[in-house]
């Protein structure tokens, strides 16, 4: 199943600095997880010339997936949560190689990167390669559209900042559209369909309520948000966020209902067309806006790298101890490594709490390596779940809390729970002082600037 990739023609194997008498560490993927261990293992290690520290990454800047929803709503400024990687390998001690991984050579410790193109088609990086001594894979998952017909064309996937900010142009460029059009506004044209009701679907689709009545309140009076403006959520599955506890989906179908949004569970799409959505019962969704977040998969790279394990999701198979089953030199984490712990009849979830905790458990598991010291065994803790519904609403359960037992939250308290997973993200990165001072900002200028993006 697995294909073998043999090394592009033009790769000029990259040296990598003066300090090629330490092991050279390289990751491939700087989001949730990788830009985490980048910077610790830089502050480490890369400062003080104990290892080299390597972080390969397609794009040149950083911003938490867990907040694309609220980018393609347009409730979020993206350039107030960005991180600069180039920046951050010079603060934190590690060299940023912009390029996609295309390949790996694992005999010659080989990672092969495509060249890089700007605007105008002009190269800025030639196809390269790099020599590592370890090499850590965490360049997540994307979406799944499981072959459905008319997804690809017309419907939208949040797997990167530039899909959501595409979504949102749209969404605006509709309403802009609507607004100054002569004739009625025709059946789905406002209309929004979510397809997959997991946390990023049912998330969007409260965010969106929300911003789509802030965006028209700018005086684009021609649309009553009341009849103009749909959002109907789909799900294949009997109820809306299915892998999570039942007391949840139920308060969340409920202030979704509460806000209009129409639900529509236990119906495949089977085809998105420009004009809207097909159920498998026959029927039909008129909408010009697709969002698909519907299950994801490991990129297609991952099943040609050399050889190693893919599962039936194409994610890494890896043991416990995140190396990957056919090259323990060679470790994956986060969205694109498959782990079913001991004992467990589940992998490990694709979220950010997984990355997270695997990026602290690799971390100090390397300088243990580093040390001639034997690996421990990762163990996943799943303190819970929180489904934010934007400005209305924040519900879920936190695991094993007082007692060990489930507690449902919602709320205030659920808020600053949610919250608090990006604010451990950006304390790995930046240290607690300027994620004080940046939370600051943010508070103090949302006063002054409009709480929805308008172009
Ligand atoms: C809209 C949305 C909302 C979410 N909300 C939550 C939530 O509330 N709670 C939660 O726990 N999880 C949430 N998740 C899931 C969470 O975002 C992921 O589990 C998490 O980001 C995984 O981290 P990662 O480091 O594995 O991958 P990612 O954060 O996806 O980072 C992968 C990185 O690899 C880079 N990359 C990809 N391919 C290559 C390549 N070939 N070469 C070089 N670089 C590459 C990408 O550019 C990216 O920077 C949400 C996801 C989405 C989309």
């Known amino acids: 199943m697995n294909e073998t990739t043999t090394a592009p023609a033009a790769t000029r194997v990259m040296p990598v600095g003066d300090t090629s008498d330490v092991p050279h560490i390289i990751i491939v993927g700087g989001g949730a997880g990788g830009l985490e261990l980048a910077t610790r293992l830089g502050d480490k290690l890369g400062r003080k010339k104990k290892a080299q520290i390597?972080?390969?990454?397609?794009?040149?800047?950083?911003v938490w997936k867990p907040l694309l929803h609220e980018i393609a709503a347009g409730s979020m400024d993206v350039s107030r949560h960005e991180v600069e990687y180039q920046a951050q390998g010079y603060w934190h001690g590690f060299q940023?190689?912009?390029?996609?991984?295309?390949?790996?050579?694992?005999?010659?410790?080989?990672?092969?990167?495509?060249?890089?193109?700007?605007?105008?088609?002009?190269?800025?990086?030639p196809v390269r390669s790099f020599r590592y001594d370890m090499l850590i894979i965490a360049?997540?998952?994307?979406?799944?559209?499981?072959?459905?017909?008319?997804?690809?064309?017309?419907?939208?996937?949040?797997?990167?900042?530039?899909?959501?900010?595409?979504?949102?142009?749209?969404?605006?460029?509709?309403?802009?559209?609507?607004?100054?059009?002569?004739?009625?506004?025709?059946?789905?044209?406002?209309?929004?369909?979510?397809?997959?009701?997991g946390a990023t679907g049912t998330e969007l689709a409260a965010e969106l309520h929300q911003t789509t009545r802030g965006?028209?309140?700018?005086?684009?009076?021609?649309?009553?948000?009341?009849?103009?403006?749909?959002?109907?959520?789909?799900?294949?599955?009997?109820?809306?966020?299915?892998?999570?506890?039942?007391?949840i989906s139920e308060a969340?179908?409920?202030?979704?209902?509460?806000?209009?949004?129409?639900?529509r569970t236990g119906l495949p799409v089977t085809a998105v067309t420009a004009e809207g959505v097909k159920l498998s019962d026959g029927s039909f969704i008129p909408s010009e806006l697709v969002v698909w977040a519907a299950g994801v998969k490991g990129p297609d790279v991952l099943a040609k790298l050399d050889g190693l394990e893919v599962s039936r999701s194409n994610q890494l198979v890896v043991t416990d101890t995140l190396q990957t089953t056919r090259d323990p030199n060679i470790f994956a984490f986060g969205d694109c490594a498959y782990l079913v712990p001991k004992g467990a009849s589940t992998p490990v979830p694709?979220?950010?709490?997984?990355?997270?905790?695997?990026?602290?458990?690799?971390?100090?598991?390397?300088?243990?390596?580093l040390r001639g010291e034997p690996l421990r065994p990762f163990k996943y803790r799943d303190f819970g779940s929180l489904v934010s519904l934007g400005e209305y609403?924040?519900?879920?359960?936190?695991?094993?809390?007082?007692?060990?037992?489930?507690?449902?939250v919602e709320g205030l308290f659920a808020r600053l729970m949610y919250r608090s997973l990006y604010k451990m993200h950006e304390m790995a990165l930046h240290g607690p002082g300027k994620v004080f001072l940046d939370t600051l900002s943010r508070m103090l200028t949302r006063r002054t600037e409009p709480v929805v993006k308008l172009h």
Do not use: W
């Open 54 to 62: 390597s972080l390969i990454e397609r794009a040149r800047t950083h």
């Open 96 to 125: 940023f190689r912009y390029g996609e991984m295309t390949g790996i050579d694992s005999k010659k410790q080989l990672v092969y990167l495509a060249a890089t193109f700007d605007e105008e088609g002009r190269q800025i990086t």
């Open 139 to 197: 360049i997540g998952c994307v979406g799944n559209d499981f072959g459905t017909p008319g997804v690809n064309e017309y419907a939208i996937m949040l797997d990167t900042p530039e899909e959501a900010e595409r979504f949102n142009r749209r969404l605006i460029n509709a309403c802009v559209r609507a607004y100054a059009q002569p004739e009625p506004i025709r059946p789905g044209q406002l209309h929004v369909a979510i397809i997959g009701a």
């Open 215 to 247: 965006v028209v309140a700018f005086r684009l009076d021609q649309i009553d948000p009341e009849k103009d403006i749909e959002i109907s959520l789909i799900e294949a599955a009997p109820r809306i966020l299915p892998a999570l506890p039942e007391r």
């Open 252 to 263: 969340v179908t409920k202030a979704l209902l509460d806000l209009h949004v129409e639900i």
């Open 350 to 369: 694709p979220r950010a709490q997984a990355a997270h905790q695997e990026a602290s458990h690799l971390y100090t598991e390397i300088l243990r390596k």
């Open 393 to 408: 609403s924040t519900v879920g359960s936190l695991m094993g809390f007082i007692g060990g037992r489930n507690l449902f």
